[in-house]
């Protein structure tokens, strides 16, 4: 069975970081892109970053550029998403997900999905 779970979501002031785990049983995770959604309350969930099986390629949305990194551990079939100067506008709840390729980040691509890890920044 096909289980992903998120981990490392906290409650971070304006400035500081987290970073984020995503976790795989039932697959290995090298295997297939793996995309970090967030959602916000209210709003609709939108693509963060993905990382492809292929080459590790990576995307980010515009909004996390220079301060997000994605990657993987294949040892521990792990990718994690480094965050860094987090702003009010990241909190979100987090999730990963796994599909055949990254694309443009289409949420009916992504068949698996975590249960969401809970990131708040406030002051």
């Known amino acids: 069975q096909v289980q992903l779970v998120e981990s490392g979501g906290d409650l971070v002031q304006p400035g500081g970081s987290l970073r984020l785990s995503c976790t795989a049983s039932?697959?290995?995770?090298?295997?297939?892109?793996i995309g970090w959604f967030r959602q916000a309350p209210g709003k609709a969930r939108e693509g963060v970053s993905c990382i492809s099986r292929s080459d590790s390629s990576t995307y980010y949305r515009d909004a996390v550029k220079g301060r997000f990194t994605i990657s993987r551990d294949n040892g521990e079939n792990t990718v994690y998403l480094q965050m860094t100067n987090l702003k009010s506008e990241d909190t979100a709840v987090y999730y990963c997900?796994?599909?055949?390729?990254?694309?443009?980040?289409?949420?009916?691509?992504?068949?698996?999905w975590g249960q969401g890890t809970q990131v708040t920044v406030s002051s």
């Open positions: 997900a796994s599909a055949a390729e990254c694309g443009t980040m289409q949420r009916r691509n992504f068949r698996a």
């Open positions: 039932g697959f290995i995770m090298s295997h297939a892109a």
